[in-house]
């Protein structure tokens, strides 16, 4: 079984800083991971997702994301924010297998609060 | 334009009543998913269908029922028997020929008892 680790509940930064939300997995097969946001009441969008090949990995909205298997991580970047950055932000990890193991399991969240 | 509707997107129930969320796609997608999404909690599943006729529980299935007539269709019930139901309902579609297992959401439904 798969499980998904946000290490932040809640990210406040400024305009124009960079920021970076955290996600740690957990599996005992190969992954692919994602990324969605969810602006308040709506569903989510996908931001960006790992697959194969390069470890690091670029979304909408400039966006970006690093895969690091020895770490078991995939940390989603933005060099400068923005107020419309604003939003909840999912990690999520499906597993290589067939049956339950190709369902989506998501992380708890991390709520990133641009300030002016 | 090819979604997911899901419709009411408010709704209020008193204690005791059955209420059912509807979730309608056009997207010619064979699997569908519905999550509960509750504040800090992050997304749960609670039922799946890979294909229409069938489907599986989720992790939280308890207290809710679904049907799977038409691919397009993919209904959520949620019972009488469901303890705590006020929560935010997603429904979401996956092409399984897509392996990636990469989901398209709707819009959600919130669901307050009163």
């Known amino acids: 079984a798969q499980s998904v680790t946000q290490l932040d509940s809640q990210v406040p930064v400024f305009e124009e800083a960079p920021v970076e939300l955290r996600c740690n997995y957990s599996?005992?097969?190969?992954?692919?991971l994602f990324w969605y946001v969810q602006y308040p009441n709506q569903g989510l969008q996908l931001l960006l997702k790992?697959?194969?090949?390069?470890?690091l990995v670029k979304g909408i909205n400039g966006f970006e994301a690093e895969f690091n298997k020895s770490q078991t991580s995939f940390h989603l970047r933005k060099p400068s924010v923005h107020i419309s950055d604003t939003a909840e932000y999912f990690c999520?990890?499906?597993?290589?297998?067939?049956?339950?193991?190709?369902?989506?399991?998501f992380g708890k969240g991390t709520k990133l609060s641009v300030k002016p | 334009d090819g979604g997911i509707t899901q419709s009411p997107k408010y709704l209020f129930r008193k204690e005791g009543q059955n209420v059912t969320l509807s979730c309608e796609q056009n997207?010619?997608?064979?699997?569908m998913y519905w999550y509960r999404q509750d504040p800090g909690q992050g997304l749960r599943l609670i039922y799946y269908?890979?294909?229409?006729?069938?489907?599986q529980k989720g992790d939280i299935a308890e207290g809710y029922s679904v049907s799977r007539e038409k691919k397009e269709s993919f209904p959520l019930t949620v019972t009488s028997a469901q303890k705590n139901p006020t929560a935010f309902y997603l429904c979401?579609?996956?092409?399984?020929?897509?392996?990636?297992?990469?989901?398209?959401f709707g819009e959600g439904s919130r669901l307050t008892v009163l």
């Open positions: 979401a579609s996956r092409y399984p020929g897509q392996n990636t297992g990469e989901l398209f």
């Open positions: 599996s005992s097969v190969s992954v692919y």
């Open positions: 790992y697959l194969s090949g390069s470890t």
């Open positions: 999520a990890v499906r597993g290589l297998g067939g049956g339950s193991q190709g369902n989506l399991i």
């Open positions: 997207l010619n997608h064979d699997a």
């Open positions: 269908s890979q294909i229409v006729n069938d489907f």
